[in-house]
Structures are given as structure tokens and as C-alpha cells.
């Protein structure tokens, strides 16, 4: 079990309030995200979560009960740090042992425990060395069977794949989400990077300055982002947004149009830009086109094998089907 | 090896110097304890110039080491030493603890912790022998005084007179005495260098890391736990380095125990050499080869300790 509520949550740090009153559900079992920029409150909101900060009001329920006021350790919850937040003085075995050493459990059935989470987390031949010998993603896969052995109602990760190179990143990515479809635990994962969110998510919470801007599956989120910040923030690369005639021809504001949703041509199209730079990955190419008098840059995917040099005039034409319309107040209309 | 030769010859001057710096004096003090030599003496002057001649060779060894003080002091010196370390890293633990949560008034408080440190030893002898530790005059004599005043005049107060007037009269303590003036060094040298101890252990404990607290907050580790399973291994090589530094100075302790007592029923080596060369310099640099002899056992059974600690 593991239904995370919280009820008009707030926090502020002396006059500052950087939580305004928030409600957020997460059910039982769900993995949900919370993404935003650096400073958007995350962190904390998590933290509020775990109990180590105080809500300055506001109510945390887990599974029904009101924990607002009870002690972290005592909420049921095991977090996972951006640092790992092993102790360098324990070997790996007592690092995973020490929150069953502190709850009392006995030596028998801790080993036990131990000894699976190894096993799960291929760790079984580091046990006995210290985290100060152990690779970024060794010390993070401790952190996390740390974590484990506590049968915990939800598991909490804070920015836990930070601190490793990209490649690293996408193996434990995968190796975090195959955790979760196998123990079917509740988890909250901040990040701030909007792929992890994508790739991970059930539910994910778009969060700006304390503010939930959205909630939803990521691809709800991608299809109809509820607001321009949320648009521009879900998706790689980042969605195009035209102000002007263009968008009063659709009756908008603002319109917005993902990269991925422009076909390029160099004949005919609906727009002509000329080709700044072009970033070739292989399967895709992106190309950073200006001089269209819609925007500063309109960025565009085109398949790998489609080639222009820099200075190339281009022609672009949107899919008019996936055209995302935003009001004045930056809201989808 | 030719591509060594160069900086080995460069070095060389620096290192013959230090050698120099060091050989001369341990080789003069090697001679000495080999020799008679003695400052003053009417029946054989020819023992007061040194001199080859005057060859006693270990002699002087047999008679520091059969002279009633030598065993004496080199215990002293290490209960003395002992008990400081033992005092300041456990004073010094508690108050960096004390003083590593934020509170109004901080940084006057951590200046006045430092500053007995900045107190010349001598000083800081006769401050506490003198003000506080006086059977009479000081602090210790005055509050025993104003205890058995107190007492004195519970004994006549109805009730509780009866259940007073069972109490003896309480004593001060004389800490010049032969029984306790070690004990009084301890407590001044202790006073004066537990803001070492503090200093160091503060400015480690500041370098802690934070999340560590929080992972076993939610661990389940309660305010003990932690400070016992994080805070102090972290602080093991401080306690090290504590040890050691402290171990070095307080070997070699001389006005306190000058001031305290002149040496009376507490002595330490260096106090001993001290005595001896006041007339005697030959078994002075005898028990001078000793207490570097004792000096090095513990500084290579310290540096071993330090040394286990920075392998972790």
C-alpha cells in the first residue's frame, strides 16, 4: 500500500513562500515524476513527503492516515539521494543493514534480506567493501537496496541518476523501471530532466515555482500540454511557438508546433527559412532554421538521411492536425 | 638512476643542514651521557669541563636509571599525558557537538572557547593554582568554605538539623600536595587545550555530510545513533590528529608542573632532566637519550594509529 494525499500543502521559509497551497494524489502503486527547472519546488515537495522538512501547513496522508506531524522514520518511506548518502565508514553489507539494525530486526532475517536485495541489485561480490571503492552507479544501486530491504510503502528518489555519466543514467533508468513493474511499489521520482520524466512516469507532475502546472500521462502531457510552460517544457527538443499573423490565422495567440511535426522540403512548403545549424544524430537530424519571420529560430526534424548545408533556403510545412492553440493568457484554448 | 642524481644534489644542502640541525645537538647530548660532567664540584674539578678523559661510559644510564625519580617520572609522564588526551578529546567531542547547531550569540561564544588557548602556559599555571585551585584564597576554598557555612547553619534550622548535623566538615583540596599537584597540572593543561581540540573537531564536524544525517533520520537512527555510527568515525582521523599533535607537546610539559609544585610528587622527564642539570648534565643527557627514546616509541605507535585510520 503506499496512496500518497497531500491536502492544501504549503511551505514557506521565513516570508517566502516557495509551496503555495498544493493538492496532489498519488495512487497506490503508481510511479510519478515531478519535473521542473531548477527551483521549482520539487525537491522540497518531496521532501514534505519524507517528513524531513515541515509542512508550514497543509496535511500528508499516507494510505489514509495523517502524518503530518509523525516522525520520518516512522512514515513508512525510504528515499533515494541525489548523492547517494551512503556511510563511507560501513561496508555495503552494513550500509543496507543499518535501517534494519536500527528498527532491531533480527541478525538472521536481516541477512536474509540482504542477501536478496544483493541478488536483485547485483551487488552480491561488493558487500564487503566500502562505498569510497564502489563505481557512481555501484554506490546508487546501495543507495537504492538500502532502500529496499525496509519493504517501504513508497519509495522516494531525489534526482538519483544525477550524479552519473549519460550512459550509466539510461541503464539504471531502465534498471529503476523494471523495479518498479516488479515490486508494483508506489514511487516518487524528482528530476529535472524532462526525458527520465517521459521515459519512467505513469503520472507525471509538471511543477513551476511550487505551482503544479499539469498532471497527467506523459503522453497526455505531450499531446495536449494544458499551457505554454508545459509545452515548451515536455518534449526534445523544445516545441516552436509563433506569435503574431500566423497564429491569428488559427485564431490563437500563440501557436505551437513540435519539430517533429514539420516536414521539410526544399521545393515548396507553407514557410521558407534558411538553414542555420544542423545537428546529425544518426537516425534524425535537427535543423535550426531562421529567417522565416515567424520566430527567432524554428527548429525542425527531418529523418537522418535528409541533408542541407548551413545557408540552404528551405521549405517547411506544419501537420495543420497537431498544431497546439494557446490564449493570450498562455493557456490552451 | 642519473636522471635521480640531479634533484637528489639538489636537495642535498637542505638535508645535510637539517642533519646538521639535528645530529649536533642529539651527538653533544649522546657525549655527555657517556661522560662525568658535572657543574660544580669543589673535590674533583677535572669533572667539571668536558672532557674525554673523564669517560664514565654507561654509568651515567645506571645511576638515572637506579635514582628514586626516574620510574616515577616516566609513569607521570604518561598518566599526566594520558589524562589530558583522555580529558580533551572527550570535553572537546561534547562541546564541538554543543556548538555546531546555530544559535544567537555563536561567534562570540566560539571566540571565548578559543581563547584559553591564547593563555602562556606559565600564566595559565598560576591563574589556576593561585585563583581557583587554592585551598584558601581560591575558588576551591572559597566554595568549600561556603559549603560548610551552609551546612553549619542548617544545622541549627529546625527539621533538617538533625540530618545536617551528621555531616562532617568538608576539607579543600590542597593541590600542591605530594598526592594530588599531578592532578592539577592535568586540570589546567586540560582546560587550557580542549579549544584545540574543539577547533579541530568543529571545523570537521562542519564538513559532515548532510544528506548522510538524512538517509538514517529516515533510517530509523535516533539522535544518538547517529552521532555514534556518522558522527564519530567521521571524526576518527580529527581524534587522530588530536592525539598525536597533543601527545608531542605534552611529553615535553615543564612550567606547569614548575609553578604547580616544583616538582613535588610530580615529575616528568623533563622535569627530571631538569633537576639533574642543575649540577649533573651527564645523567641530565641520560635521561635526555631516554626521553627521546620514549618520545619516538610513541610517535611511531601514534603515527601506526593515524596511519590505520587514513587507510580506511
Known amino acids: 500500500m503506499g496512496r500518497i494525499v497531500l491536502e492544501q500543502v504549503t511551505k514557506s521559509f521565513g516570508e517566502t513562500q516557495v509551496i503555495p497551497p498544493l493538492d496532489l494524489t498519488i495512487e497506490d502503486g503508481e510511479f510519478a515524476v515531478f519535473v521542473g527547472p531548477s527551483g521549482c519546488g520539487k525537491s522540497t515537495l518531496l521532501r514534505l513527503i519524507a517528513g524531513l522538512e515541515d509542512t508550514t501547513s497543509g496535511k500528508v496522508i499516507i494510505d489514509g492516515e495523517d502524518v503530518t506531524q509523525v516522525s520520518p522514520s516512522k512514515r513508512g518511506l525510504a528515499m533515494v539521494f541525489q548523492t547517494y548518502a551512503l556511510y563511507p565508514h560501513m561496508t555495503v553489507r552494513k550500509n543496507i543493514a543499518f535501517p534494519m539494525r536500527m528498527a532491531g530486526i533480527p541478525e538472521d532475517e536481516q541477512n536474509k534480506k540482504i542477501a536478496a536485495a544483493a541478488e536483485s541489485l547485483n551487488l552480491t561480490d561488493y558487500l564487503d567493501r566500502k562505498p569510497g571503492q564502489l563505481s557512481g552507479g555501484q554506490r546508487q544501486r546501495v543507495a537504492i537496496g538500502r532502500a529496499i530491504v525496509r519493504d517501504p510503502s513508497a519509495f522516494l528518489f531525489d534526482e538519483p541518476l544525477s550524479n552519473l555519466d549519460a550512459a550509466l543514467r539510461v541503464g539504471m533508468r531502465l534498471e529503476i523501471s523494471e523495479m518498479h513493474e516488479r515490486m508494483k511499489t508506489t514511487m516518487i521520482y524528482v528530476t529535472h530532466d524532462q526525458v527520465e520524466a517521459m521515459t519512467m512516469a505513469n503520472k507525471i507532475v509538471v511543477l513551476q515555482a511550487g505551482n503544479i502546472e499539469q498532471v497527467g500521462s506523459p503522453l497526455d502531457l505531450y499531446r495536449e500540454p494544458r499551457n505554454l510552460f508545459v509545452a515548451g517544457f515536455i518534449g526534445s527538443p523544445k516545441m516552436n511557438f509563433i506569435e503574431g499573423d500566423e497564429a491569428a490565422k488559427h485564431g490563437a495567440h500563440t501557436i505551437g508546433i513540435r519539430p517533429e511535426h514539420i516536414e521539410v522540403s526544399s521545393d515548396a512548403g507553407t514557410w521558407s527559412g534558411v538553414v542555420g545549424v544542423s545537428e546529425h544524430l544518426g537516425s534524425d537530424t535537427f535543423f535550426h532554421v531562421h529567417d522565416t519571420g515567424l520566430a527567432e529560430t524554428i527548429t525542425v526534424r527531418a529523418g537522418g538521411e535528409v541533408s542541407f548545408k548551413h545557408g540552404d533556403r528551405i521549405h517547411l510545412t506544419p501537420r495543420q492536425d497537431v498544431i497546439h492553440k494557446f490564449g493570450p493568457d498562455g493557456l490552451r484554448l | ?312
Open chain 2, 1 to 312: 638512476m642519473s636522471d635521480r642524481r640531479i634533484p637528489r644534489l639538489l636537495q642535498t644542502p637542505a638535508v645535510v643542514l637539517l642533519l646538521i640541525w639535528m645530529l649536533i645537538p642529539l651527538g653533544m647530548t649522546l657525549y655527555f651521557s657517556f661522560i662525568r660532567y658535572v657543574l660544580n664540584n669543589l673535590r674533583r674539578p677535572e669533572w667539571t669541563s668536558p672532557s674525554l678523559s673523564n669517560w664514565r661510559g654507561v654509568g651515567n644510564y645506571e645511576f638515572v636509571l637506579n635514582s628514586k625519580d626516574f620510574w616515577f617520572a616516566v609513569q607521570n609522564s604518561l598518566f599526566i599525558v594520558g589524562s589530558i588526551l583522555f580529558g580533551t578529546v572527550i570535553l572537546g567531542i561534547l562541546i564541538a557537538v554543543l556548538i555546531n547547531k546555530t544559535f544567537p550569540g555563536r561567534g562570540i561564544v566560539r571566540v571565548l572557547l578559543i581563547s584559553p588557548f591564547f593563555v602562556m602556559p606559565a600564566v595559565n599555571a598560576v591563574l589556576w593554582i593561585n585563583m581557583i585551585l587554592d585551598p584558601v584564597l581560591g575558588l576551591n576554598g572559597l566554595a568549600v568554605g561556603g559549603i560548610n557555612n551552609l551546612i553549619d547553619n542548617l544545622q541549627t534550622a529546625p527539621v533538617v538539623g538533625g540530618f545536617f548535623s551528621l555531616w562532617p566538615e568538608f576539607e579543600p583540596i590542597s593541590f600542591r600536595a605530594t598526592q594530588t599537584s599531578a592532578y592539577a597540572v592535568i586540570i589546567m593543561v586540560t582546560w587550557q587545550w580542549t579549544p584545540f581540540a574543539v577547533l579541530i573537531f568543529m571545523t570537521s564536524l562542519q564538513s559532515e555530510d548532510q544528506q548522510q544525517k538524512e538517509a538514517a533520520i529516515l533510517d530509523g537512527a535516533s539522535a544518538w545513533s547517529q552521532f555514534r555510527f556518522l558522527t564519530l568515525p567521521h571524526l576518527g582521523r580529527p581524534i587522530a590528529i588530536v592525539v598525536m599533535i597533543q601527545a608531542i607537546f605534552h611529553l615535553s610539559l615543564y612550567a606547569e608542573i614548575e609553578i604547580v609544585s616544583r616538582g613535588n610528587g610530580n615529575k616528568n622527564l623533563p622535569y627530571l632532566i631538569g633537576e639533574f642539570a642543575n649540577n649533573n648534565i651527564g645523567a641530565a643527557s641520560a635521561t635526555g637519550i631516554f626521553a627521546v627514546i620514549l618520545a619516538n616509541i610513541i610517535a611511531i605507535f601514534l603515527l601506526r594509529m593515524i596511519g590505520k585510520t587514513l587507510m580506511e
